[in-house]
């Protein structure tokens, strides 16, 4: 009976960490479109996966929950946006600072 409700309890956290992660992903598509529409920048051709860590770092940073928090901020503080970009964005200067991006793009 213990294995069971073991089972259970791996299957139940497994099933929340993919929603949490569903939802993550349906946030930063938001944040994304909401950027677009308020800012007129285009962030869909960026990497999602580089996009998401810097945004959540930004999220944690500025003591927020959830990456969808961010919405309503840049509606509200419209001169917060350029802090966001500054934080989110991967600045030319430290692109080229990485060794391993500089000889990737090099090639």
Do not use: H, W
């Not at 677009?36 to 929950?65: H, I």
């Amino acid at each position: 009976m213990a294995i069971n409700l073991t089972e259970n309890f791996n299957a139940n956290t497994n099933i929340e960490s993919q929603d949490e992660l569903s939802i993550e992903n349906l946030e930063l598509e938001l944040l994304i479109d909401a950027i677009r529409a308020l800012c007129g920048t285009d962030l869909s051709n960026y990497s999602r996966a580089s996009l998401k860590r810097r945004v959540k770092l930004f999220v944690s940073r500025s003591q927020m929950e959830r990456i969808s928090d961010i919405i309503p901020f840049i509606v509200k503080y419209p001169e917060q946006r350029l802090k966001i970009f500054e934080d989110i964005m991967v600045s030319v200067s430290e692109l080229f600072r990485t060794p391993f991006a500089f000889l990737t793009l090099k090639k």
